[in-house]
């Protein structure tokens, strides 16, 4: 059974440097990695995500990292805003199992200050 | 394009009574998810559909909660009777895709349902 693992539950970083996200799994057998942002009172909104053949996708201010021997995930997001300040969610879609079925992390509480 | 609608948005209840969440995906999207999101985790799935059938309901705890899909497109997921532990937001999501994408899918705002 797939699971992912997001082992800190917030992250506090300084307006204008890096955030970095993590994330790791335990089963090899997926499609795709995704990340899922998460403001209060809403449902969580598709960010990025990476193909389980390449080990790097980037979109702007968002870059993901996928190192397939440690089996680690990471999300970086340079320059940080105010308003990324926000819950993210790291997920996968299994291969081999119920079509499409999103298997989630635990959530990250990322703050950003001005 | 609309998207996932969801309603109510809250919901109080107390325990040992039922309670009933709507969902209307967006338009021509044939997959239908419903999700349970306790606090300090994340999303985990109950229950999806492909048009009117059930795909996956592995999770479901069946002795309580229900869901139906009826002519593949409305969906309403019943909790009878309700526990505490039941406390949590109830988000549902759709998709056009039958299996999943490298954009995922779409979720709606979901219901936060508080037993007391």
């Known amino acids: 059974d797939q699971q992912v693992k997001q082992n800190s539950p917030s992250l506090s970083v300084q307006e204008g440097r890096i955030s970095i996200l993590n994330c790791d799994y335990t089963?090899?057998?997926?499609?795709?990695f995704l990340w899922y942002k998460k403001y209060p009172a809403e449902g969580p909104t598709f960010l990025i995500s990476i193909s389980s053949i390449k080990d790097k996708n980037e979109d702007g201010r968002f870059t993901v990292f996928l190192n397939k021997s440690a089996k680690h995930l990471s999300l970086h997001i340079v320059p940080s805003q105010p308003g990324d300040s926000a819950v993210y969610f790291c997920?996968?879609?299994?291969?081999?199992?119920?079509?499409?079925?999103?298997?989630f992390g635990q959530g990250t509480i990322l703050t950003v200050h001005p | 394009e609309a998207g996932v609608a969801q309603s109510p948005r809250y919901k109080i209840i107390e325990k040992r009574q039922s309670v009933a969440f709507w969902c209307n995906p967006i338009s021509g999207h044939a997959t239908l998810y419903w999700y349970q999101q306790i606090l300090g985790q994340g999303p985990k799935l109950l229950i999806q559909f492909q048009n009117n059938g059930v795909v996956d309901d592995s999770q479901l705890p069946k002795d309580r909660f229900s869901a139906e899909r009826l002519k593949g497109v409305d969906s309403t997921l019943k909790i009878q009777p309700a526990k505490l532990e039941d406390s949590a937001v109830y988000l549902c999501?759709?998709?056009?895709?039958?299996?999943?994408?490298?954009?995922?899918?779409?979720f709606g705002s979901g219901t936060r349902l508080t037993v007391v």
């Open positions: 999501a759709s998709s056009l895709a039958v299996f999943g994408t490298a954009n995922g899918y779409t």
């Open positions: 089963n090899s057998m997926f499609d795709y």
């Open positions: 997920a996968n879609i299994s291969r081999g199992t119920s079509y499409g079925k999103l298997t």
